[in-house]
C-alpha cells in the first residue's frame, strides 16, 4: 500500500509506468499523448488503458498501452539501449489486438467488408546512461536474415528523454519533463551519496514547488523507492549473470562472446573496460589483447 492510502493497488512496476500507466492520471497520459502527437486533446477519459497486467517478455512488464480514437499506442520505458524492443512491440501487439478483436462485436473477421482496426503507434522512451541520440527508428527486420525478403515490419520510434534532451517534447508535457528531472537527479544524487534512498528524498524535495508529480511522490514515496530500488537490483543482476558468462564463452572458445559482454557492460552499466573485465574475471594476462580488440572495434 502507498503511504498516504490514496492508490487502490499495489504497484510493482517502473516509475514510467507508475506515473502515466496509472488510470488516477489519465490526464498526464493525455498530456503525454498531445505533446508526441502535436493534438489538443482536453478529456482525460478519452483514454482507454488497456495494457495487459499479466505479461512479462525477457523479464519485463510492459509498461503502458492505450487506445484514443483511432490510435493504439504502446510505451514503453527502457533505462538500458535494447535494440530488440521491435520483437518486444510485435509480440504484445499481437496479443493487444487479438484482445481487441474479441472485445470487440462490430469486428467480423469473416466479413467479405475490410475491418478497421486502430493504427499502431509504437514507442519507447529511453533514459538510460549510454549517451544515445534524440530519436532513433528500430526495426523488426533488422533481426532478419539479410538475403531473405520479409513480409513483416514494425517499427518502433526511440526516443531519448534524458534530462536536457528533446527539449520541445518535454516542455509541451510537463509531467514527462519533471519524470525526466526527477530520475536525472537521483542518479545524480546516488553518486554523490552512494544511498539511493537518500537520494530520491533529495531528488524530490528538488523539484519545483508549482510541480505536478510531486505531490504523488510524496503521497507514494515507498513505492517510488522500491521501484528505483528494484531497477538497481536488476542491473547488479545482469551484471552478474554477465560475469558468469566469461568462464562458459573462455570454456567454448568464443571470444566474440567474451567481448560482447564486455561491450554490454560498458553501455548498459556505464562500466570503463577495465571494470567490465573485473566483473567478468578475465585474466590480468588476457586484458591488453581484449583492449586492443575493444579498440580494433570501436
Given at each position: 500500500?502507498?503511504?498516504?492510502?490514496?492508490?487502490?493497488?499495489?504497484?510493482?512496476?517502473?516509475?514510467?509506468?507508475?506515473?502515466?500507466?496509472?488510470?488516477?492520471?489519465?490526464?498526464?497520459?493525455?498530456?503525454?499523448?498531445?505533446?508526441?502527437?502535436?493534438?489538443?486533446?482536453?478529456?482525460?477519459?478519452?483514454?482507454?488503458?488497456?495494457?495487459?497486467?499479466?505479461?512479462?517478455?525477457?523479464?519485463?512488464?510492459?509498461?503502458?498501452?492505450?487506445?484514443?480514437?483511432?490510435?493504439?499506442?504502446?510505451?514503453?520505458?527502457?533505462?538500458?539501449?535494447?535494440?530488440?524492443?521491435?520483437?518486444?512491440?510485435?509480440?504484445?501487439?499481437?496479443?493487444?489486438?487479438?484482445?481487441?478483436?474479441?472485445?470487440?462485436?462490430?469486428?467480423?473477421?469473416?466479413?467479405?467488408?475490410?475491418?478497421?482496426?486502430?493504427?499502431?503507434?509504437?514507442?519507447?522512451?529511453?533514459?538510460?546512461?549510454?549517451?544515445?541520440?534524440?530519436?532513433?527508428?528500430?526495426?523488426?527486420?533488422?533481426?532478419?536474415?539479410?538475403?531473405?525478403?520479409?513480409?513483416?515490419?514494425?517499427?518502433?520510434?526511440?526516443?531519448?528523454?534524458?534530462?536536457?534532451?528533446?527539449?520541445?517534447?518535454?516542455?509541451?508535457?510537463?509531467?514527462?519533463?519533471?519524470?525526466?528531472?526527477?530520475?536525472?537527479?537521483?542518479?545524480?544524487?546516488?553518486?554523490?551519496?552512494?544511498?539511493?534512498?537518500?537520494?530520491?528524498d533529495a531528488a524530490i524535495s528538488e523539484l519545483p514547488d508549482d510541480s505536478i508529480i510531486r505531490p504523488f511522490l510524496i503521497?507514494?514515496?515507498?513505492?517510488?523507492?522500491?521501484?528505483?530500488?528494484?531497477?538497481?537490483?536488476?542491473?547488479?543482476?545482469?551484471?552478474?549473470?554477465?560475469?558468469?558468462?566469461?568462464?562458459?564463452?573462455?570454456?567454448?572458445?568464443?571470444?566474440?562472446?567474451?567481448?560482447?559482454?564486455?561491450?554490454?557492460?560498458?553501455?548498459?552499466?556505464?562500466?570503463?573496460?577495465?571494470?567490465?573485465?573485473?566483473?567478468?574475471?578475465?585474466?590480468?594476462?588476457?586484458?591488453?589483447?581484449?583492449?586492443?580488440?575493444?579498440?580494433?572495434?570501436?
Amino acid at each position: 500500500m502507498s503511504e498516504s492510502g490514496n492508490t487502490s493497488r499495489e504497484y510493482k512496476d517502473r516509475l514510467f509506468k507508475f506515473l502515466f500507466g496509472n488510470p488516477d492520471n489519465k490526464e498526464w497520459t493525455l498530456s503525454l499523448y498531445n505533446a508526441m502527437n502535436g493534438s489538443n486533446y482536453t478529456d482525460p477519459e478519452l483514454i482507454q488503458i488497456n495494457t495487459i497486467e499479466d505479461v512479462v517478455y525477457m523479464g519485463m512488464k510492459n509498461d503502458v498501452s492505450f487506445l484514443i480514437e483511432n490510435t493504439m499506442n504502446l510505451y514503453e520505458q527502457q533505462s538500458t539501449f535494447n535494440p530488440n524492443m521491435p520483437m518486444r512491440f510485435f509480440i504484445y501487439a499481437g496479443m493487444l489486438y487479438s484482445k481487441f478483436i474479441e472485445g470487440k462485436k462490430s469486428y467480423l473477421r469473416y466479413s467479405t467488408v475490410l475491418q478497421k482496426a486502430p493504427t499502431p503507434k509504437c514507442i519507447c522512451f529511453y533514459n538510460g546512461k549510454t549517451e544515445k541520440e534524440d530519436r532513433l527508428v528500430l526495426k523488426l527486420s533488422d533481426c532478419f536474415d539479410k538475403n531473405v525478403s520479409s513480409d513483416i515490419e514494425l517499427k518502433v520510434m526511440m526516443i531519448n528523454i534524458n534530462y536536457g534532451h528533446n527539449k520541445e517534447l518535454l516542455n509541451a508535457c510537463k509531467p514527462l519533463k519533471e519524470y525526466s528531472f526527477f530520475v536525472a537527479k537521483a542518479r545524480e544524487n546516488t553518486e554523490q551519496t552512494g544511498s539511493l534512498e537518500q537520494a530520491i528524498d533529495a531528488a524530490i524535495s528538488e523539484l519545483p514547488d508549482d510541480s505536478i508529480i510531486r505531490p504523488f511522490l510524496i503521497a507514494n514515496k515507498a513505492e517510488v523507492k522500491r521501484m528505483f530500488i528494484t531497477e538497481y537490483d536488476e542491473e547488479r543482476a545482469r551484471a552478474e549473470l554477465q560475469a558468469e558468462s566469461y568462464d562458459v564463452g573462455k570454456a567454448e572458445g568464443k571470444a566474440e562472446t567474451i567481448l560482447s559482454n564486455i561491450r554490454t557492460l560498458i553501455e548498459t552499466l556505464n562500466f570503463t573496460a577495465q571494470q567490465a573485465m573485473d566483473a567478468l574475471k578475465v585474466p590480468e594476462q588476457e586484458r591488453a589483447q581484449i583492449e586492443e580488440q575493444l579498440a580494433m572495434k570501436s
